[in-house]
């Protein structure tokens, strides 16, 4: 006599896949988006502090 159904069997690997496959697809987004020109700040341009004059690479060395 069997207590569950035949059923349940595949019911829980396609519970546990399912679960694995969400997990593992919620690491890769959060893992994008720690990348992202958003987090990183990649276009954002800063002030500058210092002033820097080109003058000797351009006429003074030659």
């Known amino acids: 006599m069997q207590i569950f159904h035949r059923s349940t069997n595949t019911i829980s690997r396609a519970t546990i896949f399912g679960a694995v496959f969400v997990v593992s697809v919620a690491l890769w987004a959060m893992i994008q988006f720690q990348r992202s020109p ?12 210092v002033p820097f004059s080109h003058q000797h690479h351009v006429a003074g060395l030659g």
């Open 38 to 49: 958003y987090v990183t700040y990649e276009k954002v341009a800063r002030p500058q502090p």
